[in-house]
């Protein structure tokens, strides 16, 4: 076996980490759209902001841009 052998790799992991990650910017957004305010920018750069950086956008989102 090489190091370059694809096939001995398991592609559960790489799935399992896909799916969180899609998860992770659904919730976003459905937290995006039932917040009656957001700081920092409007409702669809947030949406935005968290599908072009996964999972940064979503975590500064999350920190900084939620209205609490």
Known sequence: MTAGDAS????APVILLGVALIGFV????VDIA???KVKHLP??????VCVLSVPL???LYLAF???R
């Open 26 to 29: 659904i919730y976003c957004w």
């Open 65 to 67: 841009g939620k209205n």
């Open 57 to 59: 956008g979503g975590i």
């Open 8 to 11: 001995s790799i398991s592609a």
């Open 34 to 36: 039932r917040a009656e």
């Open 43 to 48: 409702k669809w750069g947030w949406a935005i």
